[in-house]
């Protein structure tokens, strides 16, 4: 077979080493010389040769040790006249690359005598490429990234590329991991163990941090094995850290061994690694805060993201309300508003911490704690609580109807530029007018009449009867008040106080959140056509109820033509989907909309509303027990 010609590219070697170049930046130097020469000797027959054939070029890297050595090759190439070209960097004015036409190897001779070919691939360059391509599979979760590793790995195998780092065995039980190919996985680690792979070979901690972190890890099965593979890493004599105590953490949490979990968390604490991961401590800090989270132990959690602030931030200016040293000062912390933003993730984790102990405090009806919690919440970390969190606290006041409370978080949220979603709408119109059960309505009673704000009917006597929940399913013909906003079904001792919808009914409030609404959706709420982002029958029904509170017909009409336009331009034929789900609710709408037209003397918006009833198979409430609705086609 004949001699091909060759491009030899010379390479300086401290580029990489000794002046940090990065590697991009170091190709990009050969690319420059190679191309160069090509142009510059275009006409040289062996340049013409040499392109002929463009998929079968031949080209050389060699390294030399410094820019010293490179003259000394470049001087070698001109006594034997070998047509070369030096690539020189600018503006550095820096000589960092030659390459040379294409010749023979033969012709070469010793003009680059001593020179070595470009970085021979290790066994460290092969596991730095698959820690990076397994890392990538972890936090994307990309197939492709897998797919390299294991081309990479088929690679090693077939050439029988020798192999004396731990750590690529290491990266090989992960791919199958992240396969859920368990049995190579420990049949690796077996081979491990037994010294196939060489008696320098030994499993280390990254062995069992390999098998240890499955992302597809979720049931009681992988728990004990897990465990098993704790076990015999300390049999090993292998001390546990991080690596291996925060996945049996978040593993106990997802298949819910709670026993197990207390026990971890209970355990010796673990010394993280130093050196290794600069966030290594953090990381096991959550973990072990999620791990309290789950097992409502508001205690444990908050002293772990009180260490997890303290292991990041100095101990200055801010006190942390349930640290031991909180009365004496001692333990303060504060966080610098120099790196909120370069350690952004950072704070986002802490605050879901925050808000996940929140969330157990609202559970537990620990309202005032919760607020204090967020408060410190905004003072540590610099950050406001997400919309969810904020949703929690609406919840919480707008099923006890807590009205004023409800404008303070509204508020709260348009300062901290978090936009109410239409969970919040919803919760914030519709806490105005339903009506609360029994047990709420007499806690509201009991508060106002201490307050002063009801008092006994003159004609009636002002004595509480014992009246159990049979009567909030009877209707309340003697309070037009009560009739009116479609919420007849009231306890019977109610009507022995006066103003009772006072305090039950809100209908201004219900109002200016609906006005919110259709600010932030840039509407104009008198024109029919215009509808808000967040429109669903919960809000149109409680704000006809207001309406008609407030006896203005017209406005109950407007907003049931509101919503039958907001249906039919969703779904121009047959029954829109929301209807099927709320046809009780769609009753009381339907029925103040045809009381409303009857108020305005409007024969012909009477028949208009029948007419849609009947297209969207509605019933009044009283018709409920009676009709029997047929599937629509």
Known sequence: MAEARTIFIVMRKDLVKVLQWPLGSVVSQGAHAAVAVMHKYRDDERVKEYVQDLDSMHKVVLETKNETSLLKMADNLRLKNIPFYLWTEQPENIPTCLATVPIMRSDLGDALKKLSEWSEVTDRDIVRVLRVFNNQFAFEYSIVALERVERIINICIERKLPISAVTFYNEWIRLHVARKNYHEAYRIKRNILSGTYGSEIKPDIYTYAALFNDPSAATSQDMARLIRDYEEMLDQGIEPNELQVKPLIRLAIKSGEFKLLEELLDSASIKPMKGIHSNTEARLLSTKARGYIALFDLDGAKQQIEKLLLSHISQKSMPLPWSPGYESGVAEIKVP???????????????????????????????DEAYELMEEMRRTIYLPPTRMAYNWFIRYHSKRKQISKLHEIQDMMLQDGVAPDEYAYTKFINACMFQPKSR????????????????????????????????????????????????????QHVVEFSSVHKIVFHPHDCLRFYNALFTESKGRIGNVNDIPIYYNVHIVNAVMRAYALLEKPKLVVREFYRYAYHQARQCPQGIPPEVPMNRKHLGHVFRMALEASSAIESPKQTDRIHSLMNQWQVWLPWQFDEAQPSEPN
Do not use: C, W
């Not at 952004?344 to 559970?363: K, P, Q, T």
């Not at 004595?463 to 306890?491: C, F, M, R, W």
């Open 440 to 491: 709420l309505l007499q806690k509201l009673i009991i508060t106002a009449f201490n307050q002063g704000n009801v008092g006994p009917k003159p004609d009636q006597v002002a004595t509480q009867t014992n009246a159990d929940d049979t009567h909030v399913a009877s209707k309340i013909e003697n309070d037009p008040e009560l009739y009116k906003a479609g919420l007849p079904a009231v306890p």
């Open 337 to 367: 508003l120099e790196h909120t933003q370069t350690r952004e993730a950072f704070f986002v984790y802490v605050r879901s911490l925050y808000e996940s102990v929140i969330r157990i405090h609202i559970i537990r009806r620990m309202i």
